[in-house]
């Protein structure tokens, strides 16, 4: 493989990193997937070109994780390709179920994302369901995309696939300039303030639980006026929906713990105003920081919202 560039592994990237190397039997929870039903004529390869196009604009997607050295890097290739595979199916056979077969595939997809060490982190299908129907599947793991990335790059396949004129790609490696030249020192010591006197993780399972619990995915529909109810308050304590929810899960861990002051790991989306072109950058930008909420007798609503909405 031609090497492109090496780069350093931003905080989160290592974390995943971590998680995929003791991931079991190519469980990781950290392989997204995203399935697009498309009806009408469709050339595949024009899709898989315009696919081809966009890894190129955006060579990180497809890196190679190392931990040969001190510190783990990625590895961005000169020569970026996104394994592509296209399937197939007889959806008028009467012994063929078309929904088992795409969710094998879809299965295989994620599997291969989780062997980062030998494969790329990303890569497409597309399943011929029948004549003008099929299923664009795109999957990827964690650790080369965020969720804001992907609907970029799929603007930007399709805009390919139409032959539309892309503008210049904003490179990945500015971003990871811009983090390592962030003062460490200030960090920690601002961390350090914020964690001041806080010794015992919240943790919500048994000190003696060892391995993978059960994993699933369930969705519930919240009640209208649930809904309503909680962007009244979030609306009323001048902060966010997203907010009252770490208010709510706050609330929660100090139910099942027992514990008044707590802490827990929030998403942000990393995406700086002072780096040239974040907001259109394809990679890996967020980060998860911890958030930590003191509730006592004497706490209000309002109180926990807005300590929440002002935190770290």
């Known amino acids: 493989m031609r090497i492109a560039d090496v780069l350093p592994l931003t905080p989160l990237q290592q974390g995943l990193l971590f998680h995929a190397s003791t991931a079991q039997g190519g469980d990781d929870v950290y392989a997204a997937q995203l399935a697009i039903t498309v009806t009408g004529a469709l050339d595949p390869h024009r899709l898989r070109d315009a696919l081809h196009t966009v890894v ?86 964690h650790i080369v995309l965020d969720g804001w990335s992907m609907p970029i790059l799929l603007q930007e396949i399709f805009a390919s696939y139409y032959g539309q004129r892309l503008p210049a790609a904003v490179p990945y490696r500015r971003f990871v300039t811009w983090l390592a030249d962030r003062d460490l020192d200030a960090a920690h010591a601002a961390w350090r303030e914020v964690l001041a006197g806080f010794d015992t993780p919240a943790l919500v399972g048994p000190p003696d639980w060892l391995g993978l619990g059960p994993r699933g995915v369930k969705s519930f529909r919240v009640p209208e006026d649930t809904t309503r109810a909680l962007s009244e308050l979030a609306r009323s304590c001048h902060t966010t929906v997203n907010i009252v929810l770490q208010g709510a899960w706050a609330l929660l861990l100090t139910s099942l713990t027992g514990r008044h002051d707590v802490v827990f790991g929030v998403a942000v989306s990393g995406r700086p105003a002072e780096v040239l072109g974040a907001d259109s950058m394809v990679g890996l930008l967020i980060n998860t920081v911890p958030a930590r909420a003191r509730i006592t007798s004497a706490t209000t609503t309002t109180d926990l919202l807005e300590h929440l909405g002002w935190a770290p």
């Open 56 to 141: 190129t604009r955006h060579p990180n997607v497809a890196a190679r994780f190392s931990r040969q050295f001190d510190q783990p890097v990625q590895i961005i290739p000169a020569d970026p390709l996104a394994p592509w595979r296209y399937v197939e199916l007889d959806a008028g056979a009467s012994d063929i179920d078309v929904d088992e077969q795409v969710q094998r595939v879809c299965a295989a997809e994620r599997a291969a994302v989780c062997d980062i060490d030998d494969q790329p982190a990303f890569r497409a299908a597309l399943i011929r369901i029948s004549g003008d129907r099929h299923r664009f599947v795109l999957t990827n793991h």
